[in-house]
Nanobody, 120 residues
């Protein structure tokens, strides 16, 4: 059973930084792609960034390029999202998700989410 647990959310002022963590367990993730999504009130959930666990190759949504960095730690089996230059519009619940890299672009496993609030 895959288990994803996010942490690191909180309240920060605009221009500040936060680092989100996603501790993964339940299987070997070398053949998985890990994603960070977010959902703001009244809006649809959107992909923020994803990373191929095996290659480490990242992908970023246009609205976070140059501000956010996704990475993974093979020893700790943890995926990180370093968020810099935060803006009020980054306020949302952030979710970690996992899917097999070879397969449909739909995520099978989700964490419970962590709230990020950016004040102006």
């Amino acid at each position: 059973q895959v288990h994803l647990v996010e942490s690191g959310g909180g309240l920060v002022q605009a221009g500040g930084s936060l680092r989100l963590s996603c501790a993964a367990s339940g299987r070997t993730f070398s053949r998985y792609t890990m994603g960070w999504f977010r959902q703001a009130p009244g809006k649809e959930r959107e992909l923020v960034a994803r990373i191929n666990w095996s290659t480490g190759v990242p992908f970023y949504a246009a609205f976070v390029k140059g501000r956010f960095t996704i990475s993974r730690d093979n020893t700790k089996i943890t995926v990180y999202l370093q968020m810099n230059s935060l803006k009020p519009e980054d306020t949302a619940v952030y979710y970690c998700a996992a899917r097999p890299t070879e397969g449909p672009d739909s995520y099978d496993y989700w964490g419970q989410g962590t709230q990020v609030t950016v004040s102006s």
